[in-house]
Nanobody, 115 residues
């Protein structure tokens, strides 16, 4: 079992930046592939970014490539999502995900981008 707590969301203007953090506790952090998903009102949850267990590989949705960067710090048991060049369509609740045999989810953090 792993517990995930997201932070760092907020209100930002178009073109601004935010950094989301996801602190993991419980089982060994390095055993888990980690990712970020988001869900906008009235829409399904969608993939944003993922990072492999050791951090050697990263994956991004086409909509965020070149603007978002996922990283992880094993010493702090934390995964980050640096979001630059934010757009109104990035507005959503962002969820941290840990994957090992099954998915674990955090409670989500709201990101709102004003136009």
């Amino acid at each position: 079992q792993v517990q995930l707590v997201e932070s760092g969301g907020g209100l930002v203007q178009t073109g601004g930046s935010l950094r989301l953090s996801c602190a993991a506790s419980g089982r060994t952090f390095s055993n888990y592939a980690m990712g970020w998903f988001r869900q906008a009102p009235g829409k399904e949850r969608e993939f944003v970014a993922a990072i492999s267990r050791r951090g050697g590989s990263t994956y991004y949705a086409d909509s965020v490539k070149g603007r978002f960067t996922i990283s992880r710090d094993s010493a702090k048991n934390t995964v980050y999502l640096q979001m630059n060049g934010l757009k109104p369509e990035d507005t959503a609740v962002y969820y941290c995900n840990a994957q090992l045999l099954r998915s674990y989810w955090g409670q989500g953090t709201q990101v709102t981008v004003s136009s």
